[in-house]
């Protein structure tokens, strides 16, 4: 232990004791202030109700966890350079450490507290804990980043095999700094949101680690793309506030593949999913141009289409196509939607109704509890095309088909779209072919054979514009 060290660390989206590497850092300190700043920029840039409910639940369990350690949760409201600054000068604090965040904003952001730490003399210490491999671990044969996916995974798989991961136990915490003054977690929730969103905290995300592992894991593989059955992890929102790390899922899903040969499959799958996360923090981190514009130069100017009836149909679920609907209702009632619903409603969105990418993305960050940037961006990009998979512009999902592959008897479309609750199967995805359509249920607000040949001309229109010589004069 270090002689008469006092430390703050300062937690961001890692919301837990377990597996903590720099609370783990700190803890070596003499005296430890846990800190946590309301940042009201960073709440602003996307904001949520179900999401600021589930950080409200998260923080509240990492308070109590740690009071039951005999340490205090310090929250402070504001601007995070000021008032991370303010805590060290109140704390007279040596060292500060965090665990560093990848988004352009979070950059920016401790660029500034670490500037502020050092007029004070402050030791910073910031730390990888957010990823498996940040984005300058995993690197082409030539050095550079990678902009496919497939060679991504390739490569961040075969450092994995010569690095596992490692978990740490909870430390053990030093006595925290007398007299440091807390602000209420009182006003971050919405009292009066009655999204049906899950528990927040380290023993819901370890909890739902275990019954994930233990059952819908080795059948994932086959049933991840079934939005009507419990077959993914549903670890997002955890994964997103860092209630969980990532380095445990990985180790306990690759624990699976080698102690249950049954499951193997569907646990590699996984991982192979989680991977996926750190390819797109890797992607924003070295594209920080990525919120607010194409990956593909070239399809930065789609001629999109000007339709608020048409969004404020797919905003509120009432497109006429019952996959689509049902998606967008189980967002608004749950603040979550399954990944193939994610896929198929991003592609209504810009292949149907020719709107921008840019509009869903903000939408999803809006409603999301798992929101997070780096994920909502690169699954948006690639749905509208615009991003780095390597699959062409063309590839527009069939919503009528969609449905009918990935929920064949109607079950996920009948839970959350009630009109169709007594539509037999053979018309459920296809009301309106039904002798008698439902009365309480529109009609589709577009034809998506139409739209399709449309959206592939307005792709080429884009591509061929880029292509033009500029003027010069």
Known sequence: MLAAMRAVHWFRNDLRLSDNTALTAAARATELTCLFVLDDTALALHDSVPRRRFLADCLASLAA????????????????????????EETRAERLTFNRDYTPYAKRRDAAVAARAARLDVTVEAYKDRVVFEPGEVRTQAGGSFSVYTPFRNAWMTRLEREPPAVRRAPKLPPPIAGIDSEPLSGLADAHDTTDIPAGGEAAALQRLTTFLDGPAARYAHDRDRPALDGTSRLSPHLRFGTISVRRCVRDALALVNADRAAAEGARKWVDELAWRDFYI????????????????????I?????????????????????????????????WMHNRARMIVASFLTKDLLLDWRHGERFFMRHLVDGDPAANNGGWQWAASTGTDAQPYFRIFNPVRQGETFDPDGRYVRHWVPELRNMEARHVHQPWLAATPPADYP????????????????????RQRAAQPVETR
């Open 303 to 335: 001629a999109w289409n000007d339709d608020a009836d048409g969004f404020h149909a797919w905003c509120e679920g009432r497109t006429g196509y019952p996959i689509v609907d049902a998606a967008m209702r189980q967002l608004a009632g749950s603040g």
């Open 443 to 462: 009609r589709p607000i577009v034809d998506h054979a139409e739209r399709r040949i449309a959206a592939v001309a307005r792709y080429e229109a884009a």
């Open 282 to 301: 890797g992607l924003l981190d070295e594209h920080p141009r990525l919120l607010g514009h194409a990956y593909k130069t070239d399809l930065e100017h």
């Open 65 to 88: 966890n740690l009071a039951h350690r005999g340490a205090q949760l310090v929250v402070r409201r504001g601007d995070p350079e000021r008032e991370v600054g303010r805590v060290l």
